[in-house]
């Protein structure tokens, strides 16, 4: 499994795959169909070089722009498979690694857009409150289990309670948010303690909506 450190050797000319109203989280999966030339040469050199695609979100209003500015923290990750299609294009898998800011785009000497990036993931520096965290997760997880079985089946899959506090969060966040924007604010989210004290409150907020409409369901 590729880590932080296969990603930073590429750091000041990361390639750029710029899309609207997508967020790659670390330690998640992403399907992408490449059928645009230049991006048909930028997942091959990433694959014949070995190198890390930025997955970066498109600001909303820049969507029709030739050039579309994109937001300046992405995801990053490695391609696991890659099948050819027979027109030319490709089926790829990305796994996310880890998250960068976006600091300067190189000159356009490539088909495809690069950038001079720099990590920006940190661990807690408080781990007696990343415990405490992780004891609260646990227990809305066993709650999870009784109130919505299938998204307690979901998580059960990805969470491993004795990862650390940002790669759980990570996980869980892939997993609960739907929404692009709700997904960019995680990601955005560099903090590890505040993103997992944020997917622990969305949680419970799911769990609380599902219980209200148990109810109200058992007393029609």
Same mark, same amino acid.
């Given at each position: ?17 710029? #899309? @609207? $109203?997508?967020?790659? !989280? ?5 399907? &992408?169909?490449? %059928? =645009?030339? *230049? ?66 785009? #190189? @000159? $356009?000497?490539?088909? !495809? ?5 720099? &990590?920006?993931? %940190? =661990?807690? *520096? ?66 590890? #303690? ?27």
């Amino acid at each position: 499994m590729k880590t932080l450190e296969d990603v930073r050797p590429h750091l000041r000319e990361l390639s750029i795959f710029p #899309l @609207p $109203d997508v967020v790659l !989280f670390p330690y998640s999966m992403m399907p &992408l169909h490449i %059928f =645009e030339e *230049r991006y048909i040469r930028m997942v091959q050199d990433a694959r014949d070089r070995r190198k890390p695609l930025a997955i970066a979100t498109i600001l909303p209003d820049e969507v029709q722009s030739q050039r579309p500015r994109v937001e300046s923290i992405a995801g990053v990750g490695f391609i696991e498979s890659m099948g050819e299609l027979p027109d030319g294009g490709f089926l790829i898998q990305v796994v996310g690694v880890t998250r960068v800011a976006i600091d300067e785009e #190189l @000159p $356009d000497t490539r088909p !495809f857009r690069r950038a001079k990036t720099r &990590l920006v993931e %940190f =661990e807690g *520096r408080d781990a007696d409150k990343g415990r405490r965290l992780l004891e609260t997760l646990k227990f809305v997880l066993i709650s999870t289990r009784t109130s919505s079985p299938k998204l307690a089946r979901m998580l059960e899959q990805v969470v491993n309670l004795a990862e650390e506090p940002g790669v759980v969060a990570d996980k869980i966040a892939h997993v609960l948010y739907t929404k692009p924007l709700s997904r960019l604010q995680i990601l955005q989210q560099l903090d590890p #303690l505040v993103r997992l004290n944020t997917v622990i409150e969305q949680l419970s907020a799911i769990l609380a909506r599902v219980a209200t409409a148990s109810h109200k369901q058992s007393l029609n």
